[in-house]
């Protein structure tokens, strides 16, 4: 799924695609900051980390995403 949202987030901002794909950030932080379940990998305390306006996603779980 990783090499899928590296592409597609090219075309379509980041958030928009999560929310496509049924993620819903458990809680929002401050300037366009997002929490939430990585979609990556299996976990049960959030550690992915979206931030809509520079477009970016980082996992602190498993890794993925631009810091
Ligand atoms: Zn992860």
Redesign the pocket.
Known sequence: MEEDLERLKQRLPLLEYLQQHHWTPCRTGPRQEFVGL?P??P?TRP??YVNASKNLFY?H??G?GAT
């Open positions: 990585c990556l990998h976990e550690s992915f996992c779980g498993c993925q």
